[in-house]
C-alpha cells in the first residue's frame, strides 16, 4: 500500500510541474505579444513581525527590464543597463548601475532567469487569478515567487517572499498596452537644480 501511495504522489508531483510549466509557457507568450504596457500598481509589504508598509503609484514596463515607476513623489527610470531613483522632495537622483535585484519590478527576471534553478508549482485559483510558484534554489533574495494571471494569462499579481520571510504583494490593475513611446522614454535626463549623485 505504501508503494502504491509513493507512486501516486511521484504522479501527482510530476503533474503538478508539467502544468506549471505549462503554465509558464502561457504567461511568457501573453507577455511576448506586446511591447510595453502601464499600470495603475498598489504594493503591500509584512515584515512578518506585524510591520506592514503600502505604496501605490504608476508603472510602465518594457521587456528587457526597461521601466518607470512613480509613487509618493518618487521616480525611478530604468532603461535596462542604468537605474535612476529621483525624490522630488529632495531634489536629487541617485544613478546606479542596473543589477536583476535591484527592484521587486524586473518582470523579465521572475519569467526567464529564476524559473531556470526553481522548483515550479502550479497555484489554484484565488480570486479569479491562478498561477505558478517559484522556488529559486540558489537565489539570494527571494524564497518563493508566485506570480497570478488572470484567464487570458495577464499578469495581474506578483507576490515575492525574500530570505527574510518579508512579504510583497504587488497587485497591477488597468493596465493599458502597447503605448506609443519614445526611444528615451526609461532614461533620466536631470534638469537645472537637481543634485546627481552617481555610483555608477
Known sequence: MFRIFGILLVVVISLSAQDANSYLRNIITKFESISNFKADFSQVASSGIGENFSVSG???YATKNKFVVSFSGQEIYCNGETVWNYNEKQKRVVINTFEEQFSTFT?????YDLPKDSKLKFVENEDGLSG????PQNDSQFREIVIRTDAAFVIKKITLVDQGGATYNITLENITYNLPLSEDYFNYSPIEGIKVIDFR
Open 107 to 111: 518582470i523579465d527576471r521572475f519569467l
Open 58 to 60: 504608476e508603472i510602465t
Open 132 to 135: 505558478i510558484s517559484l522556488v
